[in-house]
């Protein structure tokens, strides 16, 4: 069964501090990668893709992708307050499916 | 640019009654679509995908169903509710054509089974 790990958290963080979240995944041949985030009672939201191994940045945010260890990271600098979420680390195995990790609730403290 | 819009929003409904969910998606034309239930604190479960009008695939064996009428409209449907529906339904399109994975999702219905 294809799977994708991520802890469940909740990762503490000061406000200004970097916050790194962390996802394996099972399936070798998985395509494509993406973060999640997703506020209390809210639909999530779409942040970051990656599609090769290396680092993407997109503002404060930063996905890193290792095929051969077969984890994808999400940096977050600068953490924020309303940067509190939980974010969902979500691949692509094949065609049309996304498969979903559990999730890592992120705290931000002022 | 594309946008996706389900309801009801929220509801509140009685073990035994029937559902239906309603998902339109606007700006694009023979998207994927898809139905998935998050229950409280739990991960996402997907529950029906269609890769186009009248095709449905389904995921997981339950007492839901879903139809896709329409190239943009997807329903979701039981005929009579369990305690055990109750969660959090989020409706979510890719690209059809040239599909990049990355999955967008309506604001969701929360259901609620009393």
């Known amino acids: 069964q294809k799977e994708v790990e991520q802890n469940s958290g909740p990762l503490s963080v000061p406000e200004g501090a970097i916050a790194s979240l962390n996802c394996t995944y099972s399936?070798?041949?998985?395509?494509?990668f993406f973060w999640y985030r997703q506020y209390s009672g809210k639909s999530p939201e779409l942040i970051m893709s990656?599609?090769?191994?290396g680092d993407k940045e997109d503002g404060r945010f930063t996905a890193q992708l290792n095929k051969a260890s077969q984890y994808v990271s999400l940096l977050i600098r600068d953490s924020q307050p309303s940067d509190s979420a939980t974010y969902l680390c979500?691949?692509?195995?094949?065609?049309?499916?996304?498969?979903f990790g559990g999730g890592t609730r992120l705290m931000v403290k002022p | 640019s594309q946008t996706i819009h389900q309801w009801p929003a929220t509801l509140v409904q009685p073990v035994g009654s029937p559902l239906s969910l309603e998902c339109t998606v606007e700006?694009?034309?023979?998207?994927?679509l898809y139905w998935y239930r998050q229950a409280a604190g739990r991960g996402l479960q997907l529950l029906f995908y269609?890769?186009?009008?009248?095709?449905i695939s389904s995921e997981v064996p339950q007492n839901l169903s879903a139809s896709r009428p329409q190239d943009r409209q997807f329903i979701l449907s039981s005929k009579k509710l369990l305690l055990s529906d109750s969660g959090f339904y989020l409706c979510?399109?890719?690209?059809?054509?040239?599909?990049?994975?990355?999955?967008?999702f309506g604001e969701g219905s929360r259901l609620t089974v009393l």
């Open positions: 979500a691949v692509n195995n094949a065609g049309n499916m996304l498969t």
């Open positions: 269609s890769v186009g009008i009248g095709q």
């Open positions: 399936d070798r041949g998985s395509q494509s």
């Open positions: 979510a399109w890719s690209w059809g054509y040239q599909n990049t994975g990355e999955l967008f």
């Open positions: 700006g694009t034309s023979n998207p994927n």
């Open positions: 990656i599609y090769s191994n």
